[in-house]
């Protein structure tokens, strides 16, 4: 395996995904990422220094509208799905 | 044969006739899932009650006027990543296990403005995240054709639920070939519509700039008019486009004459079974023989998208998941110590393995000191490969190519080799690169007994030319209807 994914690069990517990975998740993860960039190597055979970056294959431009609510008060039925609310609130645990 | 087993469009033309009514078929459709669902498992949320009551305001709709399209009172299945207002929509994750939307996603309204039955929601690989419907938190799907074996991914459920004649026909999505592989392996009809036919609105997402929703049903015809009834430019999808026309129907024709079709030889290459590839090159022959121009031709870079493909839709992915995170709705770990670590505690729960797989990669070709090397590096050879498919649609109508390099493998033989299911997906995944139309229809089977799929991927907007060109193929063949239907 080119890539050695080291076990601090997987605390950082873990940080970043908001996962929380037990040892043998972690071990499978450096192993299942390293294999991936080995995969992924494959497009440095490909010249792309001339080539722009393509988001979207088609020219796609900020769609503009008015601020102006149009969909109604969907209050209780959002906070109906809430794991856990108070009156009209979502609740999450204590942040400062 | 049951009112399942026909196409959508001839069972709406005996509804509107009076022959039968939009609540006899649903409750045909209900009789068939009861009795195959134990095998199939297509279904995660089935709404007995709910469309019932639906197919009568219907059927009154139907008889006041308010409903006379093609597809009034025709049941179908929603794959379970389209949002619905009041039914259960999972993504076959634990994570939204429990989420009732608020709103309903901007395609299936359109169904439901003409009239459909929504009969429930169906199974799919968790975030449509593979290519098996394995990955699901629900249970596997099995193949109708044989439950021993997969019914492909990630909307297995959708086309498994269209072989079984569990529905009439059904909506999937497609960010890599998830339409159009699972419709190969099940011996339905599937079609990605071109990049921003079909507005996203209410898709929760995976890759945003590579995910389309399409139909999945028995026939051409069915997915011409269904793609004319969900095709719409959309306000509340930023890329939704907005198109000279939205007539596919018109292109029902049969008559290949003068077209010239292009087969990449770089398709036909290693990896591809034999079997597949002599029905394959027999449906070519079929099409000359209608009086198309077949050539071979070098496509190039073919084996470069499947890399580019995982940076790009991983990287996506990592964003668009970042929602799930247990506080507006879905699941929430039982205990926690502050925000951080509920937020961490409840995604490592509630997301299964590929997911997680694919969230930890696309934060990794994110982040600082790798974006460039990978995502930027990512996105030029998409631009490379849209080139490659422009160079080729200078000179051909449409590219004939295999759906899939296999028929449907068997249940438990794909997961534990993350890139050899990867490479399954090779004949697909340019496509959406592209953003480019693909329609995938049966053209055979394999000694096993398990169907093959012909693909024909056409130009941006140019899907009549694809629904032409297969509805004359189809004209050659009569439908199989599968052993469990």
């Not at chain 2, 072989?163 to 960010?175: I, N, P, Q, R, V």
Request: glycine share 8%; aromatic share 8%; charged share 25%.
């Amino acid at each position: 395996m080119a890539n050695i994914i080291s076990d601090e690069t997987i605390e950082y990517v873990g940080i970043l995904a908001k996962l929380e990975l037990n040892e043998e998740e972690k071990e499978q993860a450096k192993k299942d990422i390293g294999e991936m960039l080995d995969y992924i190597d494959k497009l440095n055979e490909l010249d792309t220094s001339a080539v722009e970056p393509m988001s979207h294959v088609f020219p796609v431009n900020n769609v503009f509208r008015e601020d102006v609510v149009e969909n109604g008060d969907g209050r209780e039925i959002s906070l109906a799905n809430a794991p856990e609310r108070k009156e009209d609130s979502f609740v999450v645990p204590r942040t400062i | 044969m049951s009112l399942m087993g026909l196409t959508a469009v001839s069972l709406g033309k005996k509804i509107r006739a009076g022959e039968v009514s939009a609540i006899e078929a649903a409750q045909e459709a209900f009789a068939s899932i009861e009795k195959k669902e134990a095998a199939v498992n297509s279904f995660v949320t089935v709404e007995k009650e709910r469309a019932l009551e639906r197919a009568k305001e219907v059927q009154k709709g139907m008889e006041s006027g308010i409903y006379a399209g093609l597809l009034a009172g025709v049941p179908v299945a929603i794959k379970d990543n389209m949002c619905t207002k009041g039914i259960l929509t999972t993504c076959s994750s634990k994570i939204l296990g429990n989420y009732l939307p608020e709103f309903t996603s901007e395609a299936v309204l359109q169904l439901e403005k003409a009239g459909a039955v929504i009969l429930g929601k169906t199974n799919m690989d968790e975030f449509a995240m593979g290519s098996t419907t394995e990955t699901s938190a629900f249970g596997v799907t099995k193949n109708p054709w044989n439950t021993e074996h997969v019914p492909g991914g990630s909307s297995g459920g959708s086309c498994a639920a269209v072989a079984a004649e569990e529905c009439s026909y059904a909506l999937g999505s497609d960010t890599g070939g998830s339409i159009r592989q699972p419709s190969s392996f099940c011996g339905v009809t599937g079609m990605k519509p071109t990049y921003g036919t079909v507005s996203r609105y209410g898709l929760i997402a995976y890759g945003s700039s590579l995910d389309q929703i399409g139909p999945v049903a028995k026939d051409v015809t069915d997915c011409a008019v269904i793609l004319e009834t969900i095709a719409s430019h959309d306000k509340k999808d930023s890329t939704s486009v907005k198109r000279e026309e939205y007539d596919f129907t018109s292109a029902l024709k049969d008559d290949v004459k003068g077209m010239k079709i292009g087969i990449p030889k770089d398709y036909f290459g290693e990896g591809l079974d034999s079997e597949v590839r002599e029905q394959v090159m027999a449906a070519a022959k079929v099409l000359e023989e209608k009086g198309a121009i077949v050539e071979e031709f070098d496509l190039s870079l073919v084996e470069y998208a499947i890399p580019a493909y995982y940076v790009i839709a991983c990287a996506e992915a990592s964003s668009n998941l970042a929602r799930f995170d247990g506080v507006k709705y879905g699941y929430r770990t039982e205990e926690y110590n502050g925000l951080h670590n509920m937020y961490k505690k409840t995604r490592s729960e509630g997301f299964g393995t590929e997911v997680k797989r694919r969230i930890m990669l696309g934060s990794f070709v994110l982040s600082s000191g790798y974006y460039d090397a990978y995502y930027l590096k990512a996105l030029r050879t998409k631009a490379l490969i849209k080139q490659a498919f422009d160079k080729a649609f200078s000179q051909y109508d449409m590219i004939l190519a295999p759906a899939a390099p296999t028929t449907a493998p068997r249940i438990g033989e794909s997961l534990s080799d993350p890139i050899k299911m990867y490479l399954g997906d090779i004949y697909t995944i340019s496509v959406n690169l592209a953003g480019l139309p693909g329609i995938s229809l049966p053209c055979g089977k394999d000694s096993k007994g398990l169907p093959i799929g012909l693909q024909l991927i056409g130009n941006c907007f140019e899907e009549k030319k694809l629904i032409q060109a297969a509805y004359a193929f189809e004209q050659t063949r009569e439908y199989e209807h599968c052993p469990l239907a």
